[in-house]
């Protein structure tokens, strides 16, 4: 099974700053890697997929990039519909794998 | 547009079986290019994935879960279901079905259902 880590676990950011979230694999997904985005009380909403591409209705201040074992989400200027917890996921191999998250917080 | 709805007991007994439904409309769940599938989620914790199944019945499973959990979906109805056996309270979490694609490189879960949640508890 491919563990995923997140870092950091919470992450404090001013709004209009930049944040900047890691996922690492414990070996190679290629570039089969997912980051979600789930505020309280709703369902993750797919956010980036295979590493880079932005989902429908996700504005360009999101990016994503990495490949292998190390990827970031990248949020530009933060806005306050942005703070939510992310998880990434791998769908390299079977069992398919999620990240704990990041807790992304005002600051 | 792709909707799915989960449904089920809210309180199940320690050691007995969860049962819950997804209930697909917009789509069809005999496409042979998805998967459909199950994640939970315990409270104030992470996204832990259960199981997937494709309509014509190759199933992938959570090693952890694989010896109490069946996956299985009824076509004409358009359902995909759910039974976790022996349960316990540490499988207490909001329980969703999602839709990802049937190759690798398409192997993210673009759907979602919004979740029920499931307490475990006598």
């Known amino acids: 099974e491919i563990v995923m880590t997140q870092s950091p676990a919470t992450l404090s950011v001013s709004p209009g700053e930049r944040a900047t979230l890691s996922c690492r694999a414990s070996?190679?997904?290629?570039?089969?890697l997912a980051w979600y985005q789930q505020k309280p009380g709703q369902s993750p909403r797919l956010l980036i997929y295979?590493?880079?591409t932005r989902a429908t209705g996700f504005p360009a201040r999101f990016s994503g990039s990495g490949s292998g074992t190390e990827f970031t989400l990248t949020i530009s200027s933060l806005q306050s519909e942005d703070f939510a917890v992310y998880y990434c996921?791998?769908?390299?191999?079977?069992?398919?794998?999620f990240g704990q998250g990041t807790k992304l917080e005002i600051k | 547009q792709l909707q799915l709805q989960e449904s089920g007991p809210g309180l199940v007994k320690p050691s007995e079986t969860l049962s819950l439904t997804c209930t697909v409309s917009?789509?069809?769940?005999?496409?042979?290019?998805?998967?459909w599938g199950w994640i939970r989620q315990p409270p104030g914790k992470g996204l832990e994935w259960i199981g997937s199944?494709?309509?014509?019945?190759?199933?992938y499973y959570n090693p952890s879960l694989k010896s109490r959990v069946t996956i299985s979906v009824d076509t004409s109805k358009n359902q995909l279901f759910l039974k976790l056996s022996s349960v316990t309270a540490a499988d207490t979490a909001v329980y969703y079905c999602?839709?990802?694609?049937?190759?690798?490189?398409?192997?993210?879960?673009?759907?979602w259902g919004q979740g029920t949640q499931v307490t475990v508890s006598s």
């Open positions: 917009g789509g069809s769940i005999s496409s042979s290019s998805y998967y």
């Open positions: 996921q791998q769908y390299n191999n079977w069992p398919q794998t």
């Open positions: 199944m494709l309509y014509s019945g190759s199933t």
């Open positions: 999602a839709r990802r694609g049937y190759y690798t490189g398409d192997g993210y879960f673009d759907y």
């Open positions: 295979g590493a880079s």
């Open positions: 070996q190679s997904v290629t570039s089969n």
